[in-house]
Antibody, heavy 121, light 106 residues
Framework: EVQLVESGGGLVQPGRSLKLSCAASGFTFSNYYMAWVRQAPKKGLEWVATISTSGSRTYYPDSVKGRFTISRDNAKSSLYLQMNSLKSEDTATYYC??????????????WGQGVMVTVSS | EIVLTQSPTTMTASPGEKVTITCRASSSVSYMHWYQQKPGASPKPWIYETSKLASGVPDRFSGSGSGTSYSLTINNMEAEDAATYYCQQWNYPSITFGSGTKLEIK
């Protein structure tokens, strides 16, 4: 059974940093692109970052580019999101998601339960 | 960046009714994917590659479309279908979601 379990969320002050983790199991982690998707309270879904199977390629929307860094450790089947210079608008539930990246087919077939990040003073 | 516009934003349907949710893209995309999300839960893949049902999705659901116009249809609405539905596309290098359609049961 595929499982994605996020951790590392919490309350953080504006301008500070936080690192999220996602522990994957039930599949060969190194074979899949992975991503982070977030959802602000009562709002829609927003893609945050994508990483290739080896970790050599990463992609971000402009809203987080230069502040967030996605990484992975295939030996540990783990995905990470380093978030720096956090802003109040980064407050959201962050989901780890497995991607099916058979370009141009690209979608998320498994999602974690999500972890809440609150940016507030 | 391709913008996805979903309509309607919210809707109410009666049991047995046919429901259609539309997703329009600001530029042509190759495929559209759909997710279902219920309150307090993670999104679930629902329809992928425009028209393929994810595992466990009832066959009263269907997806169609091409270019800039896509839709999700429910034949014979049931109470368990009440949820928010999001469309999603990929256009190198970015991924965008629609703003969601909240579907309620009457």
């Amino acid at each position: 059974e595929v499982q994605l379990v996020e951790s590392g969320g919490g309350l953080v002050q504006p301008g500070r940093s936080l690192k999220l983790s996602c522990a994957a199991s039930g599949f060969t982690f190194s074979n899949y692109y992975m991503a982070w998707v977030r959802q602000a309270p009562k709002k829609g879904l927003e893609w945050v970052a994508t990483i290739s199977t080896s970790g050599s390629r990463t992609y971000y929307p402009d809203s987080v580019k230069g502040r967030f860094t996605i990484s992975r450790d295939n030996a540990k089947s783990s995905l990470y999101l380093q978030m720096n210079s956090l802003k109040s608008e980064d407050t959201a539930t962050y989901y780890c998601a497995r991607a099916i990246a058979a370009i141009p087919r690209y979608y998320f077939d498994y999602w974690g339960q999500g972890v809440m990040v609150t940016v507030s003073s | 960046e391709i913008v996805l516009t979903q309509s309607p934003t919210t809707m109410t349907a009666s049991p047995g009714e046919k429901v259609t949710i539309t997703c329009r893209a600001s530029s042509s995309v190759s495929y559209m994917h759909w997710y279902q999300q219920k309150p307090g839960a993670s999104p679930k893949p629902w329809i992928y590659e425009t028209s393929k049902l994810a595992s466990g999705v009832p066959d009263r659901f269907s997806g169609s479309g091409s270019g800039t116009s896509y839709s999700l249809t429910i034949n014979n609405m049931e109470a368990e279908d009440a949820a928010t539905y999001y469309c999603q596309q990929w256009n190198y290098p970015s991924i965008t979601f629609g703003s969601g359609t909240k579907l309620e049961i009457k």
